[in-house]
């Protein structure tokens, strides 16, 4: 898409009264911290000298001060009062997280935001009704109305399953609570889903299988560590400030496990680290064999695994169908990777593609005791590589490193994600798992909604801050379902509410099927849309998410959404209480943050116990952050100003108080030896290359015929679908296409050279039952680089309307329903010529630190 140019060379300073708020930069899973500026632009900005400006700072001052305020720092926005105001948004140089340093997406926060003078100008700011095929402007009353009716006859008419929600994990309790609460609770359908797969499976439910805790650490442990694992994680482009502030200051060594030579590899290997550049899905069999070595050399720690399940514990797990098939003891385990020849050196070596000197090197470096016999302070950190691989088998036989080793609970040693977006997920209401329909071997797991759509079980899809048109597994065999189940008894002639009800209940009763957005700016699922709502993001309410180390801070709201937009939580309000639903009748966020802490009615009354054990003990839940609504209640003021005054830095979950009543946070987890099993003592699980490798040749390509892997992942500049980068000049002049990075033997018998457009498709896309496929395509521009090998592609994996997941296999895991996005195949041809090498740089991005 077109973005207008931007040019400025000099920024308005905020003067001392300007007004300032917190907030956790809107992007990723990092959360650097930030401070925004808010000041008419009527009224006089800053002076350079520290008694004139908001900053108390003496300019000019450093680029990385974190008072110094970069033009993409700078913006102009229009309140309700008509005013136009200057705003700036500064990295907070007081917060623990990013000490005033960015990341390129963090520093550019200003220009995602709404302005009617810039490229964001195009915000949804009206309820729209698709009538006789165009989108409308309509009221708020009546787009209510019609949500309320229509929803009400689907679930009575067809069952609660015939609805489904998709909606976002990562923007504010204040949002996500209200939205299961609704759809999970009061409704109970079983088709729900989160905004980056298909269904409710946990991303890493193998580890938390283990009893091992998935975000457990602490950022600091990066820096303690004796060695660092970045398993599926691209820690530089991916995690920029934690890569930065807290990964290279320690300078471990890095072992990187990536089928591509990222510069994190790069870097990971100057440290005295090893990159295990592996064939892509046999991660699985490279984990189990690096366990395998630890054994033999004997440097497992044998204290922590004293202290691990028996069998009598584990046949205590009667509520967890998967510990109980798949749990193991130590002897077991060992027992498990010793006895098959599979996870010899030797066979890892020739399946992985793997040297067997490198599996040796990082069984080394990751377990060999130190010189003192104390255990190696080791830190797993793993990510998309890994969870969109082969889910199950792949994350527990990570795990099972990770109890090997004694890797958690302590400085430097742990198991952490390592990317994604900040966690904002509060269960108004559990998961119905009951009323799921999708199992394995008799067992209940959530349902893979895209399949339940196209059986024609959902007839009502409320897609809320997702893309799923684009970014769903086999997208465009997705979307061509939705199109077909719209098209059957098309849109209403008129706006009338009554037509519209009467249409869409009409439709829904053919089998056909309503599809209602609710997003901040126009895409590819909006405008397909039969009801397209807008809303109110980042800025523009407050709202609580945590960080990769359970750092929970207030985005606090400084400007008013555009339009009409509202709070996704307001929506959900309205709509259950004009379906008759009680509880939906907050004020405010900050009675929804208060409910969610869930304090005791009796509190006020009888608070000295409570107060005791947040004290005393650490809450049992790893989010708990009741204490902050203790402390609100003892000082009489409000959880969200509690919040307030904590500023950038928050507090780490689970929240406790310290003798004096004030808000502590808990750095890491399982530091106290207790674990989330029914013991209390963590377990292996068994996870095997023998299931892993049936899944694995379901989906390889077919090299014979010209098939190649295709992976995708992050490009360091662009976050997710890039619905703020669209509109921001600086990256769309940077990366205006899609690339698709070949290895040169790949690219040089087909005639391709950086810049070509090529044509990505498959009439192979893996389905569920082995021999059926889906076919899809998306076209990119060919970046010829050795940071892939040969065999391997690599796309960005949310690039708009050039989705990588038009070719991703509609498959789920068997087990733990999660697709594996990473593992799709694909073959290219060349389009043609094009100028993107007079545009944009095809210069290697993975070249080394020098030395």
Known sequence: MAVGSRSQDSVPLPPPDAEIRTMSCQYCIVGCGYKSYVWPTSEPSGTPDADGNALGADFPVAPLSGQWI???????????????????????????????????????????IWSPYGPTHDRLDFPLLKVGGAQQPISWEAAIRILADTIGHTRDTHGPASLAVRFYAYQYYENTYPITKFYFGDIGTPNGALHNRASMGGETTALEDTGIATWGTAYEDASLAETVVAWGANLYECQDIYFD??????????????????????????????????????????ANAIGRHILEQGWEDAEFISNTATRADIDMEEDNWRRAMWGMTFDEYRQFVMESDVYRLEEASAITGVP??????????????????????????MEKGAIWSINYETVGAIANLVVLTGSTGAEGRGVTRAGGHQEGYAGGAAYPLDAATDTYEGNKI?????????????????????????????????????????????APDSADPDEVIANWNERMDAGGLVLVAQDIFPNLTTRTADLVLPAATWGEMPGHRWNGERRLRLSDRF????????????????VAQAMGFQGYDWPDENAIFEEIASAPEEFGTDDSAIIVQLQEE????????????????????????????????GVQLPARLDADGNVIGTPRLHSDGTFDTASGRPMFIRAGWDTAEAIWNQLQPDTAAGEFWLSNGRIEEIWQTMYTDQRKPLVMDQWPTNIVEINPADAEPLGINS????????DRIARQQEGEYDSGSLTAAAYVSDIVPSGVLWVNFAYPDQWANNVAPRFMHPVNPVTP??????TITKIGETDLAERMSFLPRNLPPRS
């Open 70 to 112: 970069s033009p993409n720092f700078h913006n102009i926005i229009r309140k309700n009062d008509g005013r136009d105001y200057h705003v700036t948004i500064v990295p907070d140089r007081a917060c623990v997280v990013n000490n005033g340093n960015h990341s390129p997406r963090g520093g550019t926060n200003a220009l995602g």
């Open 245 to 286: 502030e807290h990964v290279v200051p320690g300078q471990a060594p890095l072992v990187t496990v990536d089928p591509r030579r990222t510069f994190t590899a790069a870097y990971g290997e100057s440290v005295g680290g090893v990159h295990l550049q592996l064939v892509p899905g046999t991660d699985t069999m490279l």
């Open 356 to 381: 067997e000197e490198n599996i040796r090197m990082a069984a080394q470096l990751i377990a060999q005791p130190n010189d003192d016999g104390t255990p190696r302070k080791t830190l797993f950190t």
């Open 446 to 490: 959530p349902n893979y909604i895209d399949q339940h759509i196209a059986d024609g079980e959902v007839r009502f899809y409320h897609v809320i801050g997702a893309n799923p048109l684009g970014m769903t597994n086999s997208a465009q065999w997705a979307r061509e379902t939705i199109l077909e189940k719209q098209s059957i008894n098309p």
């Open 559 to 574: 400007m008013d959404p555009p339009g009409e937009a509202i709070p996704d939580w307001q929506v959900i309000a309205r």
């Open 618 to 649: 650490e809450p049992a839940g790893h989010e708990d952050h009741l204490a902050v609504v203790v402390a609100a209640r003892t000082r009489d003021t409000t959880g969200h100003e509690i919040m307030r005054e904590l500023g950038t830095n």
């Open 755 to 762: 810049g070509d457009m090529i044509s990505i498709s498959s």
């Open 821 to 826: 996005f990473k593992l799709a195949r694909a």
